[in-house]
Protein backbone atom coordinates (compact mmCIF):
# COMPACT_ATOMS: atom_id res chain seq x y z
CA UNK A 1 0.00 0.00 0.00
CA UNK A 2 0.95 3.56 -0.20
CA UNK A 3 3.70 4.72 2.54
CA UNK A 4 4.45 8.06 3.52
CA UNK A 5 7.69 8.38 5.52
CA UNK A 6 8.44 11.92 7.50
CA UNK A 7 11.68 12.48 9.08
CA UNK A 8 12.67 13.27 11.62
CA UNK A 9 10.13 11.67 13.99
CA UNK A 10 11.08 14.05 16.66
CA UNK A 11 13.60 17.32 17.09
CA UNK A 12 14.37 19.42 19.40
CA UNK A 13 15.79 22.81 18.50
CA UNK A 14 16.94 26.62 20.15
CA UNK A 15 14.44 29.27 19.85
CA UNK A 16 15.43 31.59 16.72
CA UNK A 17 17.05 28.73 14.46
CA UNK A 18 15.09 26.91 12.07
CA UNK A 19 14.34 23.24 11.28
CA UNK A 20 12.87 21.47 8.53
CA UNK A 21 10.89 18.44 8.21
CA UNK A 22 10.79 16.31 5.39
CA UNK A 23 8.06 14.67 4.00
CA UNK A 24 8.38 11.73 1.16
CA UNK A 25 5.52 9.08 -0.84
CA UNK A 26 7.71 6.03 -1.38
CA UNK A 27 5.99 4.00 -3.31
CA UNK A 28 4.09 6.48 -5.43
CA UNK A 29 4.48 9.99 -7.18
CA UNK A 30 2.31 12.94 -4.78
CA UNK A 31 1.49 16.24 -7.05
CA UNK A 32 0.27 17.30 -3.64
CA UNK A 33 1.12 16.84 -0.24
CA UNK A 34 -0.69 18.52 3.20
CA UNK A 35 0.81 19.78 6.17
CA UNK A 36 -1.01 19.47 9.67
CA UNK A 37 -0.32 20.84 12.92
CA UNK A 38 -1.79 19.04 15.83
CA UNK A 39 -1.16 20.48 19.71
CA UNK A 40 -1.78 17.91 22.50
CA UNK A 41 -4.98 16.39 22.69
CA UNK A 42 -6.29 18.75 20.11
CA UNK A 43 -7.51 17.81 16.44
CA UNK A 44 -5.19 18.31 13.48
CA UNK A 45 -5.15 21.61 11.64
CA UNK A 46 -4.68 22.08 7.85
CA UNK A 47 -1.76 24.32 7.38
CA UNK A 48 -1.01 24.52 3.74
CA UNK A 49 -1.30 22.39 0.92
CA UNK A 50 2.00 21.85 -1.35
CA UNK A 51 1.74 21.45 -4.86
CA UNK A 52 4.87 20.20 -6.70
CA UNK A 53 6.47 22.63 -9.09
CA UNK A 54 4.25 25.79 -7.74
CA UNK A 55 3.63 27.43 -5.16
CA UNK A 56 2.15 26.07 -1.56
CA UNK A 57 -1.17 27.33 -0.48
CA UNK A 58 -2.06 28.34 2.65
CA UNK A 59 -4.51 28.00 4.67
CA UNK A 60 -6.27 31.43 6.37
CA UNK A 61 -4.27 32.70 9.67
CA UNK A 62 -0.98 30.77 8.30
CA UNK A 63 1.82 32.63 8.10
CA UNK A 64 3.74 31.58 4.71
CA UNK A 65 7.06 33.39 5.57
CA UNK A 66 7.04 31.10 8.77
CA UNK A 67 6.36 27.88 7.54
CA UNK A 68 7.92 27.69 4.54
CA UNK A 69 6.79 24.78 2.05
CA UNK A 70 8.71 23.29 -1.03
CA UNK A 71 7.55 20.51 -2.97
CA UNK A 72 11.02 20.01 -4.88
CA UNK A 73 9.71 17.13 -6.96
CA UNK A 74 6.62 14.08 -7.05
CA UNK A 75 7.78 12.30 -4.00
CA UNK A 76 9.02 14.95 -1.19
CA UNK A 77 7.86 18.23 0.11
CA UNK A 78 9.52 20.31 3.23
CA UNK A 79 8.49 22.12 5.89
CA UNK A 80 10.98 24.42 7.26
CA UNK A 81 10.07 26.52 10.69
CA UNK A 82 11.65 29.69 10.56
CA UNK A 83 12.80 31.62 13.45
CA UNK A 84 11.16 28.72 15.82
CA UNK A 85 9.74 30.00 19.02
CA UNK A 86 8.11 27.88 21.48
CA UNK A 87 4.61 28.73 20.52
CA UNK A 88 5.88 26.98 17.18
CA UNK A 89 6.19 23.76 19.27
CA UNK A 90 3.75 21.20 18.36
CA UNK A 91 3.19 17.80 16.60
CA UNK A 92 3.83 18.26 12.38
CA UNK A 93 1.80 15.79 10.12
CA UNK A 94 2.28 15.56 6.27
CA UNK A 95 -0.16 13.77 4.17
CA UNK A 96 0.05 12.79 0.74
CA UNK A 97 -2.31 12.05 -2.48
CA UNK A 98 -1.67 9.06 -4.81
CA UNK A 99 -3.93 10.43 -7.63
CA UNK A 100 -4.23 7.29 -9.27
CA UNK A 101 -6.28 6.09 -5.96
CA UNK A 102 -9.39 8.63 -5.94
CA UNK A 103 -10.44 10.21 -3.25
CA UNK A 104 -9.24 7.49 -0.98
CA UNK A 105 -5.75 8.15 -1.85
CA UNK A 106 -4.67 10.24 1.05
CA UNK A 107 -1.97 8.95 3.09
CA UNK A 108 -0.27 10.32 6.41
CA UNK A 109 3.18 10.21 7.72
CA UNK A 110 3.55 9.32 11.08
CA UNK A 111 4.33 12.94 12.58
CA UNK A 112 7.36 15.14 13.79
CA UNK A 113 7.19 16.30 17.04
CA UNK A 114 8.71 19.66 17.00
CA UNK A 115 10.10 21.56 20.67
CA UNK A 116 11.43 24.68 20.73
CA UNK A 117 13.24 25.41 23.76
CA UNK B 1 -11.26 25.90 7.34
CA UNK B 2 -14.17 24.09 7.54
CA UNK B 3 -16.30 23.41 10.71
CA UNK B 4 -16.33 19.63 11.61
CA UNK B 5 -16.99 19.10 15.26
CA UNK B 6 -17.63 16.22 17.62
CA UNK B 7 -20.50 15.88 20.03
CA UNK B 8 -18.36 13.59 22.39
CA UNK B 9 -14.94 14.16 23.05
CA UNK B 10 -14.24 10.92 25.65
CA UNK B 11 -16.22 7.50 25.38
CA UNK B 12 -15.34 4.70 27.72
CA UNK B 13 -16.84 1.29 26.67
CA UNK B 14 -16.30 -2.47 28.32
CA UNK B 15 -14.62 -4.62 25.85
CA UNK B 16 -16.83 -6.57 23.96
CA UNK B 17 -19.24 -3.94 23.32
CA UNK B 18 -20.37 -1.73 20.43
CA UNK B 19 -18.95 2.07 20.41
CA UNK B 20 -20.93 4.72 18.06
CA UNK B 21 -18.94 7.99 17.72
CA UNK B 22 -20.71 10.55 16.73
CA UNK B 23 -19.74 13.51 14.20
CA UNK B 24 -20.93 16.81 12.87
CA UNK B 25 -19.86 19.03 9.69
CA UNK B 26 -21.16 21.99 8.73
CA UNK B 27 -20.68 21.61 4.92
CA UNK B 28 -23.40 20.24 3.28
CA UNK B 29 -20.97 20.27 0.52
CA UNK B 30 -18.40 18.04 1.54
CA UNK B 31 -18.62 14.80 -0.77
CA UNK B 32 -16.27 12.33 0.58
CA UNK B 33 -15.83 11.86 4.73
CA UNK B 34 -13.02 9.59 6.26
CA UNK B 35 -12.85 8.50 9.96
CA UNK B 36 -9.42 8.17 11.28
CA UNK B 37 -8.25 6.58 14.45
CA UNK B 38 -4.90 8.04 15.74
CA UNK B 39 -2.51 6.59 18.66
CA UNK B 40 -0.32 9.02 21.02
CA UNK B 41 2.36 10.02 18.91
CA UNK B 42 1.85 8.44 15.70
CA UNK B 43 -0.21 10.06 12.34
CA UNK B 44 -3.90 9.64 11.77
CA UNK B 45 -4.82 6.02 10.32
CA UNK B 46 -7.28 5.53 7.96
CA UNK B 47 -10.48 3.19 9.17
CA UNK B 48 -13.58 3.69 6.41
CA UNK B 49 -14.61 6.17 4.48
CA UNK B 50 -17.83 7.13 2.61
CA UNK B 51 -18.96 9.15 -0.23
CA UNK B 52 -21.46 11.97 -0.26
CA UNK B 53 -23.97 9.83 -2.54
CA UNK B 54 -23.84 6.62 0.04
CA UNK B 55 -25.75 6.51 3.92
CA UNK B 56 -24.03 3.76 5.11
CA UNK B 57 -20.58 1.46 4.75
CA UNK B 58 -19.52 -1.49 6.48
CA UNK B 59 -15.96 -2.92 7.20
CA UNK B 60 -14.78 -5.49 8.94
CA UNK B 61 -16.15 -4.55 12.13
CA UNK B 62 -17.00 -0.84 11.36
CA UNK B 63 -19.38 0.46 9.75
CA UNK B 64 -20.13 4.36 8.78
CA UNK B 65 -23.16 6.50 9.17
CA UNK B 66 -23.72 9.46 6.98
CA UNK B 67 -26.79 11.87 7.80
CA UNK B 68 -26.78 14.64 4.81
CA UNK B 69 -29.97 16.10 6.09
CA UNK B 70 -28.81 16.75 9.53
CA UNK B 71 -25.11 16.38 8.41
CA UNK B 72 -24.06 13.63 10.91
CA UNK B 73 -21.75 11.34 10.53
CA UNK B 74 -21.06 8.19 13.30
CA UNK B 75 -19.07 5.33 13.43
CA UNK B 76 -20.17 2.17 14.81
CA UNK B 77 -17.31 -0.63 15.93
CA UNK B 78 -18.71 -3.90 16.95
CA UNK B 79 -17.17 -5.49 19.55
CA UNK B 80 -14.99 -2.98 20.79
CA UNK B 81 -11.38 -4.28 22.03
CA UNK B 82 -8.66 -2.68 23.63
CA UNK B 83 -6.88 -2.33 20.91
CA UNK B 84 -9.08 -0.16 19.34
CA UNK B 85 -8.58 2.38 22.05
CA UNK B 86 -7.28 5.40 20.71
CA UNK B 87 -8.41 9.01 19.49
CA UNK B 88 -11.18 8.90 16.76
CA UNK B 89 -11.45 11.83 13.96
CA UNK B 90 -14.12 12.44 11.46
CA UNK B 91 -12.74 14.41 8.23
CA UNK B 92 -14.47 15.98 5.68
CA UNK B 93 -13.30 16.40 1.87
CA UNK B 94 -13.95 19.94 0.45
CA UNK B 95 -11.95 20.60 -2.92
CA UNK B 96 -9.63 17.92 -2.35
CA UNK B 97 -8.99 19.52 1.07
CA UNK B 98 -9.52 17.17 4.63
CA UNK B 99 -10.47 19.19 7.51
CA UNK B 100 -10.82 17.07 10.67
CA UNK B 101 -13.03 17.32 13.62
CA UNK B 102 -12.08 17.78 17.42
CA UNK B 103 -12.37 14.10 18.03
CA UNK B 104 -13.00 11.45 20.28
CA UNK B 105 -11.33 9.56 23.12
CA UNK B 106 -11.91 5.68 22.93
CA UNK B 107 -11.05 3.89 26.22
CA UNK B 108 -11.88 0.11 25.97
CA UNK B 109 -11.98 -1.11 29.59
CA UNK B 110 -11.05 -4.86 29.52
Known amino acids: GAVVSQHPSRVICKSGTSVKIECRSL??????MFWYRQFPKQSLMLMATSNEGSKATYEQGVEKDKFLINHASLTLSTLTVTSAHPEDSSFYIC?????????????FGSGTRLTVV | GESVGLHLPTLSVQEGDNSIINCAYSNSASDYFIWYKQESGKGPQFIIDIRSNMDKRQGQRVTVLLNKTVKHLSLQIAATQPGDSAVYFCAENNFNKFYFGSGTKLNVKP
Open chain 1, 95 to 107: SARDPHRGLGGYT
Open chain 1, 27 to 32: DFQATT
